[in-house]
């Protein structure tokens, strides 16, 4: 090995299969990314409009080994150490949920393989501490307390970070995500699977005032989509096909205008109340231009973070215990959150 990895020589490789990436990343104790390997299955299941659990698992079990040859021959290329092989990896981090429980399945088995045959560490990783410990990679690593929104794919929460490796839950989603939101945006608008980025590339050529869609009242720190997505499908409906072939851009800018508006809103609002002043932006939706325009002041993940990465999930597994060896090899995945 050579002498690159961190300052005890510990480096960690991170596994991620919760969802349609296959994600796997080498990172050393002290957050110094060394590779990080994401292979999308967007275009497999863009057909369908969305993920298909069944298609998902079946292609991690096809890319799961070659992402992690990947991550292992990248962690040793460019200001890295020399080569790495398993032999030098000290400790697997591995997402066990919340997510698909057939995908989160294929990292595990590989995770568990892993660490079972190199009698090294097996460290559990939840993907939303994943998704805050991606704030901790380096070169600019962000230390607690913050207050951070959680918006991805399948979650929209703001939490309260006041320690690495915890966070307290001050609001959530009551229906859909904002990532989905997007997404199921995006689809009225006749645009591919994933919406979020095309709906975010749209709305630059639009005029963001055009429509007012609402932003939820909803009480405390939650938030609401399902009335804003009902808005855009009425005004869809309002203007069939020439009108909406001719309004898109506008629908898009105003459409992203209103959840960014509450996105931005209920965080700086959750500040307030938890008495913490940093702010920070972790997930898939973190890589929106406006939101990201927005928030000037808050810590954002770097853009190749924001969406599912294992960089993220090797980054968590620093901050958790590693199970002892005899509760590894029944260590299982769970589909929602705790
Ligand atoms: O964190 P992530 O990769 O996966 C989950 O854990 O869900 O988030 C994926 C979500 C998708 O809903 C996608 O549409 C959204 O993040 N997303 C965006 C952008 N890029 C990805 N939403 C808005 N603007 C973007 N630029
Ligand atoms: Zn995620």
Known sequence: MGDGAGANGTMILGIETSCDETAAAVVTADGQVLSSIVASQAEIHARYGGVVPEVASRRHLELIGPVIREALAGAGSGSGPGRVTLGDITRVGVTCGP??????????????????????????VDHLQGHVASLYLGPT?????????????????????????????????????????????????????????EIDALARQGNSEAFRFPVARVPGLDFSFSGVKTSLLYAVRDLGDAGLAERRADLAASYQRAIVRALTQRLRQAAETAGIERLAVVGGVAANTELRAALPDAALAPLSLCTDNAAMIASAARFTDPLPPAEALVLDAYASAA
């Open 99 to 124: 997510g698909l429980i057939g995908a989160l399945l294929v990292g595990l088995s590989a995770a568990k393989a892993i660490a079972w045959s190199r009698s090294i560490p097996l460290v559990p």
């Open 141 to 197: 690593p962000v230390e607690p307390p913050f207050v951070c929104l959680l918006a991805s794919g399948g979650h929209t929460q703001l939490l309260a970070v006041r320690r690495h490796g915890s966070f307290e839950r001050l609001g959530t989603t009551l229906d859909d995500a904002a990532g989905e939101a997007f997404d199921k945006g995006a689809r009225l608008l006749g645009l591919p699977y994933p919406g979020g980025a």
